[in-house]
């Protein structure tokens, strides 16, 4: 039979939080109140108003300042508040957390096949998007074997500025809303002269576009960028319903996105009855305590409602500590690359062939010319332009190691002073190919040294560049982007984040008609389909793989899918050698990578899972300092919840799919639960691969389930056998049945020289 569900997207880029002094003067903060009690919504907005006049002379003002009233999911508001009313607010009985409302940025076909998905059965998996869509797109047409809307579906269809519901929605593009109160209290009123943008649900950049087609879209043919990575486009789930939530607006050429807006859209989205939330959003750290961001509060009674939340890690890579959204309910997608490459020939005047990567629509026969000769200390940045020469019909050589700039800064420069192209030198563990309006060629640093001693040795060089190929299969893949960032969680480090890796480099897919392919403003180009790179194009890929697994598998928890993808997922690339992590030469490790590669067709038949319920949620708070009577606020209200925080608790007690131990001193055992989804009566026997440094015992060694047994714990033993401080060895726990390997990360920190004290990030887990 099939199972419809609704799901929610958020599909957002993420940039740095403004970190702003708190001034006298008013700015949009959000008060979280914990869950509605099961109140009308009439009432809930009453209280959030008299609760809000506490710090206000009448009521009118406390009304005028009322952005948002959460009422539905969760309760609170978003209100326009100085600093001295935020502070009181934070006082008061009853109030969880008040926090300045941040602007959040966007963290910016073959993916699929990569993974080996295949499209499944006549399923209608409806899912929900948190930023603008272009309608019109084949990508976003209904299946023509797609039934109704579900009767469940409590969302609509708003008619706003050129988004006229009766052409826009069908039975594919069920639902869409848009919010900007928290944006226009920040910026002022949205520029929409000239379809700047669009005050409607419709994309103006195309990042919504792009990530919603990436996971639900349905089929399109003869899909490319100009003749480039030609073939079928589809999403994950292809027979998925969509609906949009557009929260991000185009301002200063970048999506920006208030957590005000982002809110109201969580506690919409769930009330209209959703089950899966992709939300590529976030904030570089230092990261806000859990409930002191918007994502946090989403995602966490979002969990609590069976709703699966997929979150980007964030695009600030390789450097250690930054990935982003590391709550243990929401599940961290890094991004890795796929088998296709773009590769391009070039020949030097002296005859010399090399080999590039880049995206050449046509034949190039000009001049090359080191960048020395226009930049005064060879850095192609247009600040260094030394303002003599311009480079008129040549191609310049560029290295990325003089002056540290981008492909898309040196493009621009040498654009500026009238160049035809460049050839763009990097180490060869940080390129990632990209379109940046002026044709660009990426090599390694071993071949731009070779060109840039023809030049020197040349009385006249030049060079003949040949139409980029598309080559699938050929290079060795999935590799960790260079721009993916890694763990360990600078919060909560015995909590591995990110959680899965998912395919984010070079992800062809649709595209906003109006939005240029590089979103330069003289880019004068219209495409429908458009190369993107991100997190954010990671996310919506396991976004659209828990919409599957939703729809095979509805009885199971937000915690058991990720599990599912966790212990399924692999670390070794198409040449079975170990994944690599991006930006340095060496095997990628579960901070770069997570638990592996997302594995779609072996996660749904997992063989256990490890689940984990409210109880598990409150013993997670506790650890973290709440106090009863505020985690009696924020879970929903149970009779078979018990909320009690007596004695003392550790994060290690959460029954996730991974063990860290990130200050090991001493001998620690730590309990963990397994739940059978498979065959009923079966015996799983465990293996262990030891992390350097420790001995590591599991009791029992094998486990027997039965019809009336279906969930069983063990304990695993960790004893230090080194000397050591500050350095993680990785090993790895197995249960096998012989068919299934139910994979567990286990991360050790062996702590014991000195006084065993670390950075403030790390703290003692025993």
Known sequence: MTTSFQFLWGLFLSLSLYSIPSTPTPHVHIVYL???????????????????????????????????????????????????????LASVEGVISVFRSKILGLHTTR????????????????????????????????EPDMGPIPKSWNGTCVKADKFDPKKACNRKLIGARYYIDGFEREFGPLNTSGDAEYRSPRDRLGHGTHTASTAVGSVVRNASYFGLAPGTARGGAPRARLAVYKVCWLKDLQGRCSEADILAAFDDALHDGVHVMSASIGSSPPLMPFFSTSSDIGSFH?????????????????????????????????????????????????????????????????????????????????????????????????????????STVAALSVLAINGSGIIFVESISRQTVQDDFLPTIHVDLYEGTQMLYYIQSSKDPSVQIFSSKTNIGH??????????????????????????????????????????????????????WNFDSGTSMACPHVSGIVALLK??????????????????????????????????????????????????????????VYDMDARDYVLFLCSLGYTEVQIKMMVLPSPSIDTSCSGSHSDL??????????????????????????????????????????????????????????????????????????????????WSDGYHHVKTPLIVCVNNLGDGNRDAATHLSA
């Open 475 to 528: 290079s060795p893949a999935p590799s960790v982007a260079y721009f993916s960032s890694r763990g360990p969680s600078s919060i909560s480090p015995n909590i591995l984040k990110p959680d899965i890796m998912a395919p984010g480099v070079n992800i062809l897919a649709a595209w906003s008609p109006k939005s240029s392919p590089t979103l330069l403003p003289f880019d004068g180009r219209s495409v429908v």
């Open 34 to 88: 914990g869950h509605t009690h099961g109140h009308d919504p009439l009432l809930t907005t009453r209280l959030h108003v008299r609760l809000l006049s506490n710090v206000f002379s009448r009521e009118a003002e406390a009304k005028e300042a009322m952005i948002y009233g959460y009422k539905h999911a969760f309760s609170g508001f978003a209100a326009m508040l100085n600093s001295t009313q935020a502070t009181t």
């Open 111 to 142: 993916s699929w096949d990569f993974m080996g998905l295949t499209l499944g059965p006549e399923e209608t998996t409806p899912m929900q998007l948190k930023y603008g869509v272009w309608p019109e797109l084949d990508c976003f047409r209904e």
């Open 302 to 406: 979002a969990t609590q409602l069976g709703v699966a939340v997929v979150f980007s890690a964030g695009n600030d890579g390789p450097d250690s500590s930054l990935v982003q959204n590391v709550s243990p309910w929401g599940l961290c997608v890094a991004a890795g690359t796929v088998d296709r490459a773009f590769p391009t020939q070039m020949v030097l005047g002296n005859n010399v062939s090399m080999m590039g990567q880049g995206f050449i629509t046509r034949e190039i026969k000009m001049k090359l010319v080191d960048s020395g000769r226009f930049f005064d200390d060879g850095s192609c940045s247009l600040d260094k332009w030394n303002g003599r020469k311009l480079a008129s019909g040549r191609i310049v050589l560029c290295f990325s190691s003089v002056g540290q700039v981008s």
């Open 551 to 608: 729809s095979a598998h509805p009885d199971w928890s937000p915690a058991a899918i990720k599990s599912a993808l966790m212990t399924t997922a692999y670390m070794s690339d198409t040449s079975s050698d170990n994944i690599l992590a991006g930006g340095t030469l060496k095997a990628a490790d579960p901070f770069d990578v997570g638990a592996g590669h997302v594995n779609p067709l072996i996660a749904i038949d997992p063989g256990l």
């Open 653 to 734: 007690e959460l029954n996730y799919p991974a063990i860290i131990i990130s200050n090991l001193q001493s001998t620690v055992t730590i309990k963990r639960s397994l739940r059978n989804v498979g065959r009923s009566s079966v015996v799983y026997f465990s293996s262990i691969k030891n992390p350097e440094g420790v001995y590591t015992y599991v009791w029992p060694r094998f486990l027997v389930f039965s019809l009336h047994k279906k969930t069983i714990s063990y304990y695993v033993t960790i004893t230090p056998i080194k000397q050591s401080q500050g350095r993680y060895d990785f090993g790895e726990i197995i």
